[in-house]
């Protein structure tokens, strides 16, 4: 048994060094990853913008249609370079976006409201990576051919291997080929820009606009999902010439000057097409509205926005730290003075607790608000509660009679299933919040309800194996039997 105590034991000094390497260094040695303490807009400053859509009656506009809204807004949002943005939709027609350390809050304003562009870029066999952002020389979005129309068969200037013979157009579906066309977000620390990006220009093929409104997403023969999409008639015609003298090449799906998806043609496509690849349902879905909605589906205006300055969270986070200590300080004073020797093991539990919640915070990331706080210092007298009903119940063995090994075993016994349950019930409570703050746009409840629910997790930890392996190295080792004032009799 105690050999067993001493592996536990061991592992989580192995445990706590890890995260206190975390907290206060932050790096991984020999790798590039650094973990910082990310902040929240109320914290370090920036633009809070609502966004509502410019119609007359907002209910009419389906959840569809937001939905796509929102995708396209977040994918406008992750190429600003913003560290930790929040985008959210807030009841039936608006969408809450919340840009940390905005340098130029007006021309972010600006670059949200413009529409979005969908393109069609040829880059024969030498694409370049999902995510990456390019130049093009789209000069009118709101025409198939972006206003320069040239020959289809020679749109790609850049390398190009021999094109294959020329095939007989068909009017059947026909299969574009692609690899994962997840689009994952691009973060970074650098000011609101629209400069553009370093590196060759490409010719834009096609727009959005040659696009019909069918695009789904079905199951193939193989139990693949599938991209299905259809061009309009000047669509095909730009479309089925070029993909019939490009067979095996690269056209990619251009989003807002971000690549989002490299096809490889695999037959001409007059009129319909096919994206197969190694999607998921969720991901086949993005794609899909991604190429229904190339353009933001309804107008949207800023209903209001609002610049909050730095000072405010810097002045917030020293209030909420002194408070911190002083809530921290009172309760270790209060623990060591009621319940003695196990009082002093349950402060060092709660040490443990606070540097590994510290170091998940970190490495998650968590996006500390000043309600992230909150229940973060909540989730401190959580942990506190749960080592009280373990140590009232043990003295309540004591005084029955049991010897102090006995009674130390069966107070952790019978006071889990109350610590059981209670943890349960606010963890139900957190989950019901982290919903709510999703529909509604409440990005301040959700970080609440996710800093209580992670502390309550490594609370439980502390409490029920923290604490009491503590507790057994000194009860092993020390005859505390005749000495039961130790633990406040």
Known sequence: MQQR???????????????????????????????????????????????????????????????????????????????????????????????????????????????????????????????????????????????????????YTGPVATAAPLPTPTAAPLTVTVGLSTTAPVSGTAPVSTTTPAGPTYHTLMTGVGLDSTTSVSLSQAGQYVVNFSLTSAGGTIFGDYTAHHIGETLAIVLDKQVISTPRIDAAIPDKGIITGQFTQSTANDLALQLRYGALPVPLKVARYSEIGPSLGQDSVRRSTIAGIIGGVAVILFMLLYYRLPGAIASIALLIYAVITLALFKMIPVTLTLPGIAGFVLSVGVAVDANILIFERMKEELRSGKTLLNAVDAGWRRAFPSIRDSNISTLITCVILYIFGSTFGASIVQGFAFTLALGVCVSLFTAIVVTRLILHLFLDRIDFSARHSWFGI
């Open 5 to 155: 105590n001493i592996g536990w034991l061991l592992l989580i000094g192995a445990l706590v060094v890890a995260a206190m390497w975390v907290v206060f260094s932050g790096r991984l040695p020999g790798t590039p990853i650094n973990w910082t303490l990310h902040q929240g807009l109320d914290l370090q400053g920036g633009l809070q913008a609502l966004l509502e859509a410019d119609v007359p009656d907002c209910n009419a506009v389906s959840p569809d249609v937001m939905t796509a809204a929102l995708n396209i807004v977040e994918s406008r949002v992750n190429g600003l370079g913003v560290a930790e943005p929040v985008v959210q939709q807030q009841g039936a027609c608006r969408i809450v976006v919340e840009l940390p350390g905005i340098s130029d809050p007006q021309q972010a304003v600006d670059y949200l409201k413009e529409t979005a562009l969908l393109e069609f870029v040829p880059m024969g066999n030498a694409p370049v990576a999902p995510n990456t952002y390019i130049n093009t020389d789209c000069k009118d979005p709101s025409k198939v051919d972006c206003g320069v129309p040239t020959d289809a068969s020679a749109a």
